[in-house]
Structure formats: C-alpha cells, structure tokens
C-alpha cells in the first residue's frame, strides 16, 4: 500500500503547497437478538481514500472509493480546485506546519480475533442471554446485540508521512423492559452500548455475564414497585457508568475548539467557554481532573496518531478543576491561540478529520465507594444513563438514568425509579466533593457521538470512579 500511495502522490500533477492521502478499509458485523429471534445479520465492507490539499493557506478535500492512480488523480485534482477558490476568502491561512511528517504504526490488542465464533455461535449466545433476561411474565421485552469492527488505515503525505493503524472493536449491549399494568421500567448493561471496547471476541464472554444477565432481569421488575424518585436536593452519587454521560456532555463537547469557534453552530451549538477562558477558567472543584488520553489499552477510542496524522499523547484538559486545553486539531489550535490534543478524527475514509472527542477520563481520587457511601446522612445513587437533554451551549443540562438508590444514614435502602437530575455545567462540577479511587474506576464507550455536516458518528471511550456531588436538584418522572 506504501508504495502505490507514495507513486500517486509523486505523479500528481498539481502546484499544490502540500498533499496527503488517507486510505481506510473497514468490516463490521452486526447482530441483533430480540426476544431470543434473531433480528438483524449483517455485514458490511467499506474502503476508500480522502485527499486533502493545502493551497495558499486553504485545505481541500476529496474521496474516492477507487484506488486506482487516475482515481487518486482526479481526487487530488478536485481537492486542489476546491482549496484554490476558498483561498480567496480564507479564515486563517495554514501551513504545512499544520501537517508535520510523522511515521510509525497502531495496533490494538486482542486476545480472541473476530472471528474465532462463527455468527450462528453468537446468536445462540445472544439468544441465551435474551432467555436469561425474561425471568418472569412481567418482561415483556429482551434483546442483546454484538457488533464487531476492523478497521485498517494508511496515512501518507507529500512531506514524508507514513502511518499505519489497526483497530479492532467490539460493542455489546442487551437489556430488559418490564411492565406492570401501567408502570413500564427498562434496565440495560450500564446504558445503551456502554460495553464498548477495543479488543476481541474475549469481550463478548465475561466471566460475570450470566450473573449480569440476571441481575439485569432482576432489577427490570424490582422497579415495577419502587417508589418514584423524590424531588429534592440532596447528595447525588453517580456511578462510572453515568459519569461517562455526564464527562461526554458537560466537559467533552464544549471544550471542542471548533464548536468554540462557532463552526457547529447550525447544527449541534456552540459553548459556554470562550478563547480567552484556557488557563483561567475554573470549570470545577480542585478534585477534577479530566485527561485526554487515547493511550489506554483496551479503551474504544485509543490510537497512536489522529486522522492528519499527529502524535497522540496523555494532556490533561482540566487539571483541579481548571481548564488547561482544548479539544482541538492542529489548525484549531492555530485559529483559536489556545493548546489542543491529537484530535482530527474522521469516521470514514468520505470523511474529512474534524476536532472530535477520543477517550476523556476523570482521574481517580483517594475514597473507595464504601467511604463515600457510609459518609452520606442523605442521598441518591443513580446508574446507567435512560435520557440527556442539554442546551446548545452546553451550559443548561437535565439527565435521566435507569436505577436509583435512596443512601439515608449511610446505607442504601430503597430502591427509586424514574430517577432525574439537573443542573448548569459550572455549578454541577463545583459541587464535586468526593471522587473514588482507582479501584472503582471503570470505562465505558459509545459508538454514535454524532457532530459535522454531513454527520459523522464515532467511537468514543470514557472512564471515570463514582462521585459525590453536593446539593444537587434530583426529582422524578412527574416533576
């Protein structure tokens, strides 16, 4: 592959200040399982190139789903038209600066390859855990799905760029609807395909899946007769997996440079930070730490390079509790003048790289959840994430989870449904009190974030302990 893209790139013919090329493959499965009957089996098979050019100061871009040198050619040739017009109205002139020449490669690790059961082998077992799941009459609904992804891609530019990375995924998701009369309760494994991972068919086979499964079941109908979540303010207690909602909405998108600059304003919003709040800006208690941090093994959207090829490195973008960085390629950070990460990501090889969240994890702190839980007079504990509902700026948020507990003198005790809570992003963050230890921590991922135009839906990762927030607005369905 590296000599074909680098022959194309040397036999353009085109004035052009420089030129990449991004080739990306992909195959995915999907399978879907409801009520133990097999719903969806598919799979699909993409594969392409997006050149990008830089002319006086402006990028271009063009895709073509053919390889072949002419193809290349008159991508580039397209790419090199479209950034020569724009050139006369840029916003801010780039530089091959903005695209440094880096070499090296990515692999994710696995332990069982993709396919090492056949699809009927997986079926059967998303049938067994839909079976798992209806443990009585009342669960009127199961379903279960497993989607895997390999994804190969090549990165090679004019100035001597050449990257490789393999990326293997796994998503899982299954879950129950209860009802009773006119009470109707859903639980999930940790939320909508929280269960999001780089890695292999190992993922699939946990070794707590069926106590899982059961207990999934189990709690679908012990919410039929919980009590509805009072409204109130008091101690909330959110586990890792709603923290992941919680760090996506309120901390990952608004700190994306580019929304920032306003260019996601017609579609999905602006934010409440502005250029000059880096390095200023207290966006929490001193116990937040947010880092940035597509090393981790294992996590749903860690790599070597983004998608213009930069080093990808560990940046803190909170650090206690105030604002260090941005969610920001290269060029963002040169339009905006504020630090950023290696976050240029494309979701498929028709895409351009735009700034796009990759794994955000809150760092652990010193209280193990036991602590945390015997020190609360008065509080809620909520799980897994059912509803988000958050203003444009991404300042004004309402979220919903599954599962609640009612925390009095220490100890849960009831059992809350429809659990809700609200709050503005600076005040909800501020009122961070205790964050678990690294025993509690865990980390979930997400398969759809959707931003740009037209659309573009990628993985994420998210990691983070439980923690305590004080006085925080909780309230139920009805309020």
Same mark, same amino acid.
């Given at each position: ?26 195959? =995915? ?36 789903? =053919? ?58 077992l998303l049938i067994r855990i839909c079976q798992g799941l209806k443990i009585n009459d009342k669960i009127v ?45 859903q639980r999930s494994n940790n939320g909508w395909q929280a269960h999001s991972y780089q890695g292999g068919l ?73 250029? =000059?709040? @880096? ?132 100890? @849960? ?14 005040? @909800? ?51």
């Open positions: 592959m590296w000599s074909e893209l680098t022959k194309a790139i040397a036999t353009f013919d085109i004035p052009a200040d420089w030129i990449g090329i991004r080739v990306v493959k992909e195959n =995915s499965t999907t399978r879907y399982v409801r009520d133990a009957l097999p719903q969806v089996n598919g799979k699909t098979s993409t594969m392409g190139a997006m050149l990008e050019v830089l002319v006086n100061g402006c990028l271009g871009y063009a895709a073509t789903n =053919s390889l072949e040198l002419s193809s290349l050619q008159a991508a580039a040739e397209t790419a090199y038209k479209q950034a020569l017009a724009a050139s006369l109205w840029w916003i801010y002139p780039f530089r091959e600066s903005e695209r440094p020449k880096v070499v090296g490669e990515y692999k994710s690790s696995f332990l069982q390859s993709l396919d090492t059961l056949s699809p009927g082998e997986i079926n059967d609904q199961t379903s279960a799905s497993a989607t895997t992804n390999e994804r190969e891609s090549w990165f090679v530019s004019s100035n001597g760029s050449e990257v490789y990375q393999k990326i293997i995924s796994l998503e899982t998701n299954f879950g129950a609807t209860a009802e009773d009369g006119g009470i109707v309760q190992e993922l699939l086979q946990i070794q707590d899946l069926w106590q899982r499964v059961q207990q999934i079941g189990e709690q679908a109908i012990e919410l039929l007769t919980a009590e509805e979540c009072p409204t109130t303010r008091t101690n909330l207690v959110l586990a890792s997996d709603q923290m992941m909602l919680q760090i996506h909405e309120s901390v990952g998108h608004p700190l994306e440079i580019d929304r920032i600059l306003g260019d996601e304003r017609n579609y999905a919003g602006g934010s409440f930070v502005n250029k =000059s709040d @880096f390095g200023k800006l207290v966006y929490g208690s001193p116990l937040m730490n947010i880092t940035f941090d597509p090393t981790v093994p294992g996590e749903f959207a860690s790599y070597s390079f983004d998608d213009t090829g930069v080093v990808a490195t560990r940046e803190y973008l909170i650090k206690e509790g105030v604002l260090q960085r941005g969610l920001g390629s290269l060029e963002s950070q040169a339009r905006a003048g504020v630090p950023g990460v290696a976050c240029a990501r494309a979701c498929s090889w028709n895409r351009p790289a735009i700034d796009r969240m990759a794994n955000l994890n809150l760092e652990p702190g010193n209280v193990s959840f036991e602590e945390m839980i015997t020190g609360i007079e008065h509080g809620v504990y909520m799980e897994s994430n059912r509803s988000w509902s958050i203003d444009d700026r991404r300042y004004k948020f309402q979220f919903g989870c599954e599962y609640a507990k009612l925390i009095e003198n220490g100890k @849960f005790t009831k059992t809350l449904r429809n659990p809700n809570y609200r709050a503005t992003t600076p005040e @909800f963050w501020h009122s961070l009190i205790q964050v678990g230890d690294a025993a509690n921590w865990q980390m979930y991922g997400t398969a759809s974030c959707g931003k740009g135009e037209p659309n573009q839906a990628i993985s994420v990762g998210h990691g983070s302990p439980a923690c305590l927030f004080a006085n925080v607005e909780v309230f139920g369905a009805g309020s």
